[in-house]
């Protein structure tokens, strides 16, 4: 079956869980690198925000 990146489980919009699911990796990891790139660069939101609109949500 071909991987695809979708949202996954929702604490806001499923973008974190959607990228540790298609990486293979922790969740709570993936929202770590985002709130350090939120504190330290300014770019976590803004980010964060573009790809709730681009990632597909999970087919059921």
């Known amino acids: 079956m071909e991987k695809r990146l979708t949202k996954g ?3 806001i919009f499923g973008v ?3 990228l540790a699911d298609y990486f293979g990796t ?5 929202r ?3 709130v350090i790139l939120l504190l330290f ?3 976590g939101v803004l ?4 790809l ?3 990632i597909p ?3 059921s």
């Open 57 to 59: 949500d999970k087919k």
């Open 52 to 54: 709730a609109l681009i």
């Open 47 to 50: 980010l964060y925000l573009i």
């Open 9 to 11: 489980d929702k604490k």
């Open 16 to 18: 974190c869980s959607g």
């Open 32 to 34: 770590v690198i985002f």
């Open 26 to 30: 922790d969740p709570t990891i993936v």
């Open 41 to 43: 660069f300014g770019t």
